[in-house]
């Protein structure tokens, strides 16, 4: 008997290697495929030709080849009966009778946009919003974001937190040996991340910094700041890196720091964690939510003396405390992605 195939997962995000968004979908389409394999189904993806052909997944899943007027009129074929949307702005709508389903991860146009990209992302995800039937937020954070912003249509949202993201590669050390202990942090490196209020950690300490992530003219005001405080020379933006890398740096790090002002939930936060390294957030969005006790967070305000109060107290409370690593580990292992994906598969079935 051959294998059902009835939801289809719009991985359109996974054309922008290095984000949260395709991490989302790359780990959540393999505890997908776990459980449609126990029963009986093929999952299907879609996503552009250079996803299809770069062929993430290694895994025996189909595929629809999206293309650009897909966007205008999509039609999936007749034995579909559920459409995943993975992204709250999502451009791919099947015109066809399909249960859907919404992933909202984040309204951090709210904080950080022109009001022309306000009024343009306001429309988009209403319209979004009013086309499926099931509404997904990936915390409590986000949840209330969206009750507190949006018209819903009667509609219940209901929170699958994302998975801790497991690396199972060869880690590889930098290129140029890492000499001094150093912080790090990673993401596409835009203003909402706040990386810019890092630099005053260095004072007093030889520490380096190190920020991994896509490059943006951001960089310059973080630079800016590094120079302020004089350490211009142990602030380190490498830009994008792979997996084996990335993963060797928060292993190896002397502590990971993450001062992001808009977070739907904060994927590389989890995967710090599960190394059991220091983690330091901002006290903004879902941070708390996924950080917990386990986690120090800086002032509001992100005062720079007040700053580095923070961050010396939390090592030192660290330091003296030898089970704070295990702890944090188990903190980073109540995320997990088969149990997300447990939640949307039951979801589904719901729906079918």
Same mark, same amino acid.
């Given at each position: 008997?051959?294998a059902?195939?009835?939801?289809?997962?719009?991985?359109?995000k996974?054309?922008?290697?290095?984000t949260?968004?395709?991490?989302?979908?790359?780990?959540?389409?393999?505890s997908?495929y776990?459980?449609?394999?126990?029963?009986?189904?093929?999952l299907t993806?879609?996503?552009?030709?250079?996803?299809?052909?770069?062929?993430?997944f290694?895994?025996?899943?189909?595929?629809?080849?999206?293309r650009i007027?897909?966007?205008?009129?999509?039609?999936?074929?007749?034995?579909?009966?559920?459409?995943h949307s993975?992204?709250?702005?999502?451009?791919y709508?099947?015109?066809?009778s399909?249960?859907?389903v919404?992933?909202i991860?984040?309204?951090?146009?709210l904080?950080?946009?022109?009001d022309k990209?306000?009024?343009?992302c306001m429309?988009?995800?209403?319209k979004n919003?009013?086309?499926?039937?099931?509404?997904?937020?990936?915390s409590?954070?986000?949840?209330?974001?969206?009750?507190?912003? %949006?018209?819903?249509?009667?509609?219940?949202? @209901?929170v699958?937190?994302?998975?801790?993201n *497991? !690396?199972?590669? =060869?880690?590889?050390?930098?290129?140029?040996?890492?000499?001094?202990?150093f912080?790090?942090s990673?993401?596409?490196?835009?203003?909402?991340?706040n990386?810019?209020v890092l630099p005053?950690?260095?004072?007093?300490n030889?520490?380096?910094?190190?920020?991994?992530?896509n490059?943006?003219?951001?960089?310059?005001d973080?630079?800016n700041e590094?120079r302020k405080?004089?350490v211009?020379?142990?602030?380190k933006?490498?830009g994008?890196?792979?997996?084996?890398?990335?993963?060797?740096?928060?292993?190896?790090?002397?502590?990971f720091?993450?001062?992001?002002?808009?977070e739907?939930f904060?994927?590389p936060?989890?995967?710090?964690?599960?190394?059991?390294?220091p983690?330091f %957030?901002?006290?903004?969005?879902?941070?708390p @939510?996924?950080?917990?006790?386990?986690a120090? *967070? !800086?002032?509001? =305000?992100f005062?720079?003396?007040?700053?580095?109060?923070?961050?010396?107290?939390?090592?030192?409370l660290?330091?003296n405390m030898?089970?704070?690593?295990?702890?944090?580990?188990?903190?980073?292992?109540?995320?997990?992605?088969?149990?997300?994906?447990e939640?949307?598969w039951?979801?589904?079935?719901e729906?079918s």
């Amino acid at each position: 008997m051959s294998a059902r195939s009835e939801i289809v997962i719009d991985c359109d995000k996974m054309k922008y290697a290095n984000t949260g968004l395709f991490s989302f979908c790359y780990y959540l389409v393999n505890s997908l495929y776990k459980i449609a394999q126990s029963e009986n189904e093929m999952l299907t993806v879609f996503a552009p030709s250079r996803v299809v052909s770069a062929n993430h997944f290694d895994l025996n899943i189909k595929y629809i080849n999206g293309r650009i007027w897909d966007k205008v009129y999509l039609k999936v074929p007749s034995q579909y009966k559920i459409w995943h949307s993975t992204f709250q702005m999502s451009k791919y709508w099947p015109v066809n009778s399909l249960g859907t389903v919404l992933t909202i991860h984040d309204l951090n146009f709210l904080y950080h946009r022109k009001d022309k990209d306000y009024d343009y992302c306001m429309k988009k995800i209403k319209k979004n919003i009013e086309r499926a039937d099931k509404i997904v937020a990936i915390s409590e954070f986000s949840k209330k974001d969206i009750i507190q912003h %949006l018209d819903l249509f009667n509609k219940k949202v @209901e929170v699958i937190y994302n998975g801790c993201n *497991y !690396f199972h590669g =060869e880690l590889s050390a930098p290129k140029e040996p890492q000499i001094r202990p150093f912080l790090f942090s990673v993401g596409t490196i835009l203003p909402k991340k706040n990386f810019h209020v890092l630099p005053c950690l260095l004072k007093g300490n030889d520490f380096d910094l190190i920020i991994a992530g896509n490059r943006s003219a951001y960089c310059e005001d973080i630079m800016n700041e590094a120079r302020k405080w004089n350490v211009a020379d142990r602030v380190k933006i490498v830009g994008p890196i792979d997996e084996g890398l990335k993963h060797w740096y928060l292993k190896n790090c002397y502590a990971f720091v993450y001062p992001s002002i808009a977070e739907g939930f904060g994927l590389p936060v989890v995967e710090a964690m599960n190394y059991g390294v220091p983690v330091f %957030l901002s006290r903004h969005t879902s941070l708390p @939510e996924v950080g917990g006790e386990f986690a120090v *967070y !800086f002032n509001r =305000e992100f005062d720079p003396e007040l700053m580095q109060l923070e961050f010396f107290r939390g090592l030192n409370l660290y330091n003296n405390m030898p089970e704070m690593k295990n702890k944090i580990r188990e903190r980073a292992m109540k995320f997990s992605w088969d149990k997300a994906a447990e939640q949307y598969w039951s979801i589904y079935k719901e729906m079918s």
